[in-house]
């Protein structure tokens, strides 16, 4: 009789200890907030991915006034390598998923986010894509965010340089982020009348020269070029010395400013349009990242992660543990940010935001060439997939 009793005493002590320290104790207010960032921090896309993860540090300060917290809760950040790699990233979302997590952000590479997302509307958890451009995120599903701009809204800042040219060609990778902006440039300057065919770019590629040879025999009155990662520089000099700069009107975005000496001797014929850059505004934000990052020098991807933090801060606000909840919160939301007010569409989650025209001066220097506002640069609503 002894012995079933001592097992009953230290089964049942062991159910108390169990239900001290389960992971239901963090739902239940006591523990923190958990969120997960699964991004580049290696990788091609690596430089893009380190800016939203400083981005994301500041913007966390700047949102929760240097407590890191929300309420009595700290918000406790787990930061994971996906290496730019779907099949790593989906690995490390439902590793944290499973963890209970109710949060993640960071996708860096489109092709990442697409496949994180579906995660999120199966597992019922708040999603925030990072520097993911392509336009499939917008309306991807209801707990599917993002705190970057889409190539749509690259494409429309792109719209005014057309003019009464006719023929548009876009010069992209063959990839999520390339195929987005090849439907984003149809859609647009196809719809107001231009001819838009693309010349689809292996990923892998490293010689350029044949590839800027079609551009040249093609002769169109506008090259749209959506490019991102370390061949950049490569692609631009192949361009450049096969004559396509100065040849036609190239409009392409403003990448991190690491890659401004890449365009070469031709970066300043270049019509640029920007996600952002150092300088683009002027406020609080700005003013809390530029004290935040390395040498006060903010870059592309750095807001971003800025305002990831203030959406993430914002959702758990209305409630720590419930995903709808967070949902709603967010859906209309507007905020200001560092690159001015940014206002979350309730109906597909588009993140309305300014856009910015800027010029090269050289190699290190980029000057505001104007503003499109947000209304001006709001792409179509999409809709809700799930």
């Known amino acids: 009789m002894k012995r079933p009793l001592t097992t009953a005493v230290v089964a049942a002590a062991a159910l108390l200890l169990a239900a001290c320290g389960s992971p239901q104790a963090a739902t239940d207010g006591a523990g923190p907030i958990r969120v997960g960032i699964v991004y580049s921090q290696s990788g091609p896309l690596a430089t893009y991915g380190a800016q939203y993860a400083e981005g994301f540090k500041a913007g966390l300060a700047y949102a929760t006034g240097g407590s890191g917290k929300v309420g009595d809760?700290?918000?406790?950040?787990?930061?994971?390598?996906?290496?730019?790699?779907?099949?790593?990233?989906?690995?490390?979302?439902?590793?944290?998923?499973?963890?209970?997590?109710?949060?993640?952000?960071?996708?860096?590479?489109?092709?990442?986010?697409?496949?994180?997302?579906?995660?999120?509307?199966?597992n019922k958890v708040l999603f925030v894509s990072g520097p993911a451009a392509t336009d499939g995120l917008t309306g991807a599903n209801k707990y599917t965010f993002r705190s970057g701009r889409q190539s749509y809204q690259d494409v429309l800042t792109a719209k005014s340089y057309l003019g009464d040219g006719k023929k548009v060609l876009v010069f992209a990778p063959d990839s999520a982020f390339g195929k987005s902006n090849v439907a984003a440039v149809t859609a647009v300057l196809g719809g107001a009348g231009a001819t838009v065919t693309d010349i689809a770019v292996p990923a892998n590629a490293t010689d350029f020269t044949p590839f800027a040879s079609q551009i040249k025999a093609a002769a169109?009155?506008?090259?749209?070029?959506?490019?991102?990662?370390?061949?950049?520089?490569?692609?631009?000099?192949?361009?450049?010395?096969?004559?396509?700069?100065a040849s036609t009107k190239v409009v392409t975005g403003l990448d991190i400013r690491a890659s401004w000496a890449g365009f070469g001797a031709g970066g300043t014929k270049l019509n640029?349009?920007?996600?952002?850059?150092?300088?683009?505004?002027?406020?609080?934000?700005?003013?809390?990242?530029?004290?935040?990052v390395p040498d006060g020098k903010t870059d592309l991807f750095h807001p971003d992660g800025f305002a990831a933090a203030q959406m993430i801060v914002h959702a758990v606000q209305s409630s720590p543990d419930d995903a709808d909840k967070m949902v709603a919160a967010?859906?209309?939301?507007?905020?200001?940010?560092?690159?001015?007010?940014l206002t979350i569409r309730?109906?597909?989650?588009?993140?309305?935001?300014?856009?910015?025209?800027?010029?090269?001066?050289?190699a290190t220097t980029a000057s505001p060439a104007g503003v499109v506002s947000a209304e001006d640069a709001t792409p179509p609503a999409a809709a809700m997939k799930g």
Request: net charge negative; proline share 4%; charged share 20%.
């Open 272 to 292: 640029l349009l920007a996600h952002y850059f150092d300088g683009a505004a002027d406020n609080p934000a700005y003013q809390a990242l530029k004290a935040a």
């Open 346 to 362: 309730a109906e597909d989650h588009a993140l309305l935001q300014p856009m910015f025209r800027a010029k090269l001066t050289d």
């Open 73 to 122: 809760r700290a918000v406790e950040v787990t930061y994971v390598d996906d290496v730019g790699d779907p099949v790593k990233a989906v690995s490390a979302a439902k590793d944290l998923i499973g963890k209970g997590y109710q949060v993640l952000a960071g996708s860096t590479s489109s092709g990442v986010a697409l496949q994180v997302a579906p995660l999120a509307a199966e």
């Open 330 to 341: 967010l859906e209309g939301h507007s905020f200001d940010s560092v690159k001015g007010k």
């Open 220 to 245: 169109p009155d506008l090259v749209f070029v959506a490019w991102a990662g370390t061949t950049a520089g490569a692609m631009w000099q192949a361009l450049d010395q096969q004559g396509v700069l």
